[in-house]
């Protein structure tokens, strides 16, 4: 029986923001060449299926899906500077956002344990009204939502490691203590936000954190990262699932980022989630491709990551030389946080 579970198909390559775009339909076929070769006995491959409306309202208004699906009419329609449309976009979104929650039904049913979405366009700069950022439908903010409404969740982890900061999500989820958001990205860089005061507000202060890092982190500055800050915090909030919204533009090849991390540090980190999913959240954690504009850097990342939700591997933690660079910056951050966890 697989314990693990594929979200991809190619109808995820129809929706096409242009030529020169960066999030463009071959980072997709780069990912369907990939896991053609998967093994069948570790791997389920899950079909898509369009979100409903009422899927989507849970995190978007009435007026904003009309706005998105009347785009479906035109060639081409700019939402924002760099959020570009083609006609069949708004039906993509729609089977972006449904096959992550086909994904999260199926490790609801116990029928598998993990899984990764790999499916396009991303989401997580998506706001309630507003596409943003190669985005159109929040699809983890969704996820999330639909965890809470039909399988009475009540702590959700999202864990969100693109190298840009998930501003849609944050906003999604501000005033809400049920779902811990947590990111690390560049910082100064797009969209402005994710500073490490941005906490949360009323009931939802010390539900979002942030760990802004400057250009240039590598693998050993994230897991010192991951094993100081993001583990032990999520480890307080004792979450039932583990969301991740794995964008690969940390990744030192990335057009966009201006990060050093390689496929063997997103594959740590995805190895020390999955390890906390086993300890804490009943093995359940589901992986939803991001940003990653590197064909190469891509495929390598994701195959390092479908790895380690095969079989674990040792992880190397950097030692106490390792990451010493960004020290400062995490006592600062644990100092800020010290209030809340
Ligand atoms: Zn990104």
Request: charged letters at 25%; aromatic letters at 8%; glycine letters at 10%.
């Amino acid at each position: 029986m697989p314990r693990s579970a594929v979200v991809i198909d190619r109808e995820y390559l129809k929706h096409q923001p242009g030529d020169l775009h960066p999030e463009r339909p071959e980072r997709l076929k780069a990912l369907l060449d990939l896991t053609a070769e998967l093994d069948s006995g570790s791997f389920k491959l899950l079909p898509p299926r369009a979100a409903t409306r009422e899927e989507v309202e849970l995190c978007h208004s009435k007026d904003y899906i009309e706005l998105v699906e009347s785009t479906s009419q035109v060639n081409r329609y700019a939402l924002d500077g760099d959020t570009i449309t083609s006609r069949d976009s708004f039906g993509t979104g729609l089977l972006a956002a449904g096959g992550f929650l086909n994904l999260l039904d199926a490790i609801a049913a116990a029928e598998l344990r993990n899984g990764f979405a790999l499916v396009r366009p991303p989401g997580h700069h998506a706001l309630k009204d507003r596409a943003m950022g190669f985005c159109l439908f929040n699809t983890v903010a969704i996820g999330a939502q639909h965890l809470r409404r039909q399988h009475g969740a009540k702590r959700v982890l999202i864990m969100d490691w693109d190298v840009h900061h998930g501003n849609g999500t944050q906003d999604a989820f501000y005033r809400d203590p049920s779902v811990l958001y947590v990111s690390t990205h560049q910082y100064p860089y797009y969209p402005g936000t994710g500073a490490i005061e941005e906490a949360g507000v009323r009931e939802g202060e010390g539900y979002t954190m942030n760990v802004p890092l400057p250009a240039g982190c590598g693998d050993e500055e994230y897991l010192r990262v991951f094993g100081d800050v993001v583990i032990p915090v999520a480890e307080k909030f004792e979450p039932e699932w583990i969301l991740v919204s794995a964008g690969f533009d940390p990744h030192r090849r990335d057009p966009l980022g201006s990060m050093d991390v390689t496929e063997k540090g997103f594959g740590a980190m995805a190895a020390l989630l999955i390890a906390l999913a086993e300890k804490q959240s009943g093995g359940r954690i589901a992986f939803l491709l991001e940003g990653g504009y590197d064909l190469t850097a891509l495929k390598n990342s994701v195959f390092a990551v479908l790895h380690e939700m095969k079989e674990k591997s040792a992880i190397d933690l950097p030692g106490k030389s390792g990451g010493e660079a960004i020290e400062p910056l995490i006592r600062k951050i644990l100092k800020f946080q010290e209030r809340y966890w």
